[in-house]
């Protein structure tokens, strides 16, 4: 068993930055992908960022290409997610996920384990 727990989520205005955490905990060995998903009210979760924990490549959503950052601690138990020149439709509850392999990339069906979320509200 993963066990993930989010932080740093909250309320900013449109423009500024927020930065994410995840810490994870457990059988950590297993796992080689972590990503960052969100859901919007109303709306599917999605996929935003996710980072291959052993060698570091990433890949995001074309939504937040070039204002996100997804990066993982030195230790690699920990991952965060920069988030910069946030809109107001980025407002979601922010969830971190982890998984061994995945099927489809950024796609919240391939991963196994899952935070409870973190809410990001932007307003304009």
């Known amino acids: 068993q993963v066990q993930l727990v989010e932080s740093g989520g909250g309320s900013v205005q449109a423009g500024g930055s927020l930065r994410l955490s995840c810490a994870a905990s457990g059988y950590y060995s297993s796992i080689n992908f972590m990503g960052w998903f969100r859901q919007a009210p109303g709306k599917e979760r999605e996929g935003v960022a996710q980072i291959y924990t052993r060698g570091g490549s990433t890949l995001y959503a074309d939504s937040v290409k070039g204002r996100f950052t997804i990066s993982q601690d030195n230790d690699k138990n920990t991952v965060h997610l920069q988030m910069n020149s946030l809109k107001p439709e980025d407002t979601a509850l922010y969830y971190c996920?982890?998984?061994?392999?995945?099927?489809?990339?950024?796609?919240?069906?391939?991963?196994?384990?899952w935070g409870q979320g973190t809410q990001v509200t932007v307003s304009s």
């Open positions: 996920a982890a998984t061994s392999t995945y099927l489809y990339p950024l796609s919240p069906g391939s991963y196994k384990y």
